[in-house]
T-cell receptor, first 114, second 116 residues
Framework: EAQVTQNPRYLITVTGKKLTVTCSQN?????MSWYRQDPGLGLRQIYY???????DKGDVPEGYKVSRKEKRNFPLILESPSPNQTSLYFC?????????????FGPGTRLTVT | AQSVTQLDSQVPVFEEAPVELRCNYS??????LFWYVQYPNQGLQLLLK??????LVESINGFEAEFNKSQTSFHLRKPSVHISDTAEYFC??????????????FGTGTRLTIIP
């Protein structure tokens, strides 16, 4: 089944404790992206990757890191999480970077930073 | 820069009644327009999209949206809703090309609640 998977689905952590949210897709997609969803703000792009070893900042990159060492994986790293990073996070992928292509979303990771 | 406005944050509708979810966008260039749906505790799924051609686009589950360039709108409609349509609906816009990171800009979402 074609899908985007994220782990963990739920995470509660404390300020400053490094964490990684994994994202994997099995569709051989070139383009991958991370979004955060906050009430009243919709989805905002954090980082994106147009292919292996090619990543760049989205609209709200502060406090996050990413890497793309393999085509299928695109982990999101919070080196020192803070309470304002409490949010619902989605990973998405599409065939390529063109905007006409459908983006496939993972099920989401709900992160709480205390 | 692009932006999307979904004026209605919540829309309650009786089952089998019609519904319209409003979406207006602003952009200085040509655009692609999308509606995504998020069912409870799930990720977003593409519902329908407008790229070019006919301004009326339809989904497989009875929703339709009409691109109106003069009013910069892309409202979503369904003539008769079902309980299973309960979800949050996001309108999104992207630049009308296939170059580079033509990222999606999302609206703030409309929560559709179907009343039995």
């Amino acid at each position: 089944e074609a899908q985007v998977t994220q782990n963990p689905r739920y995470l509660i952590t404390v300020t400053g404790k490094k964490l990684t949210v994994t994202c994997s897709q099995n569709m051989n997609h070139e383009y991958m992206s991370w979004y955060r969803q906050d009430p009243g703000l919709g989805l905002r792009q954090i980082y994106y990757s147009m292919n292996v070893e090619v990543t760049d900042k989205g609209d709200v990159p502060e406090g996050y890191k990413v890497s793309r060492k393999e085509k299928r994986n695109f982990p999101l790293i919070l080196e020192s999480p803070s309470p304002n990073q409490t949010s619902l996070y989605f990973c998405a992928s599409s065939l390529t970077a063109g905007s006409s292509y459908e983006q496939y979303f993972g099920p989401g990771t709900r992160l709480t930073v205390t | 820069a692009q932006s999307v406005t979904q004026l209605d944050s919540q829309v309650p509708v009786f089952e089998e009644a019609p519904v319209e979810l409003r979406c207006n966008y602003s952009s200085s260039v040509s655009v692609y327009l999308f509606w995504y749906v998020q069912y409870p505790n799930q990720g977003l799924q593409l519902l329908l999209k407008y790229l070019s051609g006919s301004t009326l686009v339809e989904s497989i589950n009875g929703f339709e949206a009409e691109f109106n360039k003069s009013q910069t709108s892309f409202h979503l409609r369904k003539p008769s809703v079902h309980i299973s349509d309960t979800a949050e609906y996001f309108c999104a816009v992207s630049g009308g090309t296939n170059f580079g990171n033509e990222k999606l800009t999302f609206g703030t979402g409309t929560r559709l609640t179907i009343i039995p």
